[in-house]
């Protein structure tokens, strides 16, 4: 049932005579304290926070005084009482609950400072089940959202960066804090707590193997804010949810503008394809434009798989993504920086390749300190009107798979070889993919197609570019494979990379014209593994 409203307009200003710090986040206290004190303001504090404040010889109360309550239960239990909430909560201009307040010696509160509990970083450090859920901040986030409703009298304050805002707001009107600056100190305060709750909860259905829990709720930290979205019309922010997967919202940019929306989609694109090759077998590299790769190779290092990624289709490669399994080079920077790229992400840089990159100024580099895990569990949310689509990430892998080869030519080693490379790739090519490859790097792909046997086509049409403006006498999809990410529905999809030179296929299989399909092979005396397993990817 819902609470009717007294209608009481909100003041304007309100002079901050009295605050109540409590904070686990330390950066920046004592500062802010002397300058609340100094403008003469009564400082009231809980636990470590009070005592690093009296520490440096500023007064401040401890809450106790406030409750006559001491903390008890080692903390868990200290703000959460009458004479704390009656000041939060208290509607001043309403007559009843000014009575209540006098009654009940309960002293108004005008500023609330309290960040909480850091249950995000100790959950990311790998801290067991009983360190985590006492991390949980209780008291903290009532005191938050307490202020923040009661906004029209309370300033809340949850992030050691707003403290200077406050301060010079409070400079600016003779010691008090304007309405619009409390409101939207409560909106960032009540958006604060619900990543909080959301970060838990989403722990929670993960700690309990829950796949689809009855209510799901995403949060995340402002990271950045665009200058646009996909397109100039559109604004945009990247947020930051506390994952510490290696990737784009992890890594740390040595150099370079600012990463734009796209940049940011396509560099994450980039760095999970590259996460699919182990950096002790080989060095690998993929080129990606618009979310799909361009190019993709392994080789014995860096510069010789960046030069075989690069002559799949070099046009498209002028203002991509390029990204490493490995260290960066000197060697492979120096061939990087011979085309026009966006952003560079690997693991690491030796020294010489930062310096050959920095020549480059507008060049983004990015260092991420390790790989993404391919086989790692995570979620993969995409909003569509009135709802949000919510999935596991596809962490199949193909070295995982059971193979089956269905044709009466089984392939060879060397096939074989380039079929598990090929369908890797297929992996992270959008939804219809073909990928062709030869000698562990890939020499056409199709992508996007809304016709299988389309992308099978438009794979050997970029072949047949790339040889021609390499000087080949013959695509190199002659003598190649190809993987498809989802069956073939037809056999002309299959013919058509016949027609391309193909020699052996890998798809998933599971047709109701499986059996046409692997006719069709068997007529050509190609070789075709079924995985099982398909890669849609929209």
């Known amino acids: 049932m819902a609470v009717a409203a007294k ?37 009231v504090s809980t636990g470590g926070t009070a005592k690093s404040i009296a520490a440096a010889g500023i007064a401040v109360r401890d809450v106790s005084e406030l409750t006559g309550f001491p903390e008890i239960m080692d903390g868990r239990v200290k703000t959460l009482h009458p004479s704390v909430h009656g000041a939060l ?43 985590i859920v006492e991390n949980i901040d209780i008291g903290g986030p ?43 100190l409560a909106a960032k305060a009540f958006a604060r707590t619900a990543a909080y709750d959301a970060a838990i909860s989403g722990w929670f259905a993960e700690e309990l193997k829950i796949e689809q829990p009855t209510w799901r709720a995403f949060g995340g930290r402002l990271e950045s804010v665009m200058r646009y979205g996909e397109n100039p019309h559109q604004s945009a922010g990247f947020y930051v949810n506390g994952d ?17 929306y796209n940049n940011i989609n396509d560099t994450d694109a980039a760095f999970e394809l590259a996460g699919e090759f182990d950096p002790a077998r080989s060095a690998a590299v993929a080129i990606i434009k618009h979310a799909n790769p361009c190019g993709v190779a392994e080789g014995a290092t860096l510069r010789e798989a960046y030069l075989k990624a690069l002559s799949c289709d070099p046009v498209s490669a002028f ?9 960066l080079d000197a060697e492979a920077a120096e061939e990087i920086v011979k085309t026009f790229t966006e952003v560079i992400i690997a693991p690491d840089v ?48 193909v070295d995982d798979l059971d193979l089956k080869v269905v044709t009466r030519r089984p392939p060879s080693e060397a096939e074989m070889a380039d079929l598990k490379f090929a369908f890797r790739i297929a992996k992270h090519v959008k939804s219809n993919a073909i990928v062709y490859a030869r000698d562990h790097a890939t020499v056409g792909i ?21 040889a021609e403006a390499a000087g080949h ?35 998933p299989g599971g047709s109701m014209r499986d059996d046409d399909v692997i006719k069709a092979a068997d007529d050509h005396g190609i070789a075709m593994v079924f995985t099982g397993i398909r890669h849609f990817r929209h």
């Open 142 to 184: 009532a005191m938050v959202r307490a202020s923040a409703k009661n906004h029209a009298y309370v300033a809340i304050v949850t992030e050691p960066e707003d403290y200077s805002a406050v301060l010079e707001a409070l400079a600016a009107n003779g010691g008090a804090l304007p309405l619009d600056f409390r409101k939207q």
């Open 89 to 131: 909560l208290g509607v001043r201009d309403d007559p009843e609950h000014a009575a209540a307040m006098r009654d009940h010696g309960i002293q108004p509160i005008d500023l609330v400072v309290v960040n909480l509990y850091p249950f995000e970083q100790v959950r990311a450090s790998g801290a067991g089940y009983a360190a």
């Open 446 to 466: 199709g992508a996007g197609q809304m016709s299988r046997v389309d992308s099978s086509r438009i794979a050997a049409r970029k072949a047949l570019d790339a």
């Open 319 to 327: 203002g991509g993504i390029v990204a490493l399994n490995r260290l």
């Open 7 to 43: 209608n009481i307009p909100a003041p304007d200003l309100v002079p901050v005579r009295r605050a109540l710090l409590s904070v686990s986040d330390k950066t920046g206290l004592i500062d802010f304290a002397a300058a609340l004190a100094k403008a003469g303001v009564e400082l």
């Open 473 to 507: 006498a013959e695509p190199l999809t002659k003598g190649s494979v190809v993987a498809s990410d989802a069956f073939f529905p037809f056999a002309d999809g299959l013919l058509a990379a016949v027609e391309a030179g193909a020699t052996a296929v890998i798809q």
């Open 244 to 260: 510490r997967r290696p990737g784009v919202a992890t890594a740390r940019q040595l150099q370079g503008k600012q990463l734009s």
């Open 350 to 397: 030796s020294e010489e390749a930062a310096a050959i990159v920095a020549a480059k100024k507008n060049l983004r580099l990015l260092v991420t300190d390790g790989l993404p895990n391919p086989r790692q569990a995570g979620t993969i949310v995409k909003s569509v009107a009135g709802g949000l689509l919510v999935q596991n990430r596809d962490n199949a892998v």
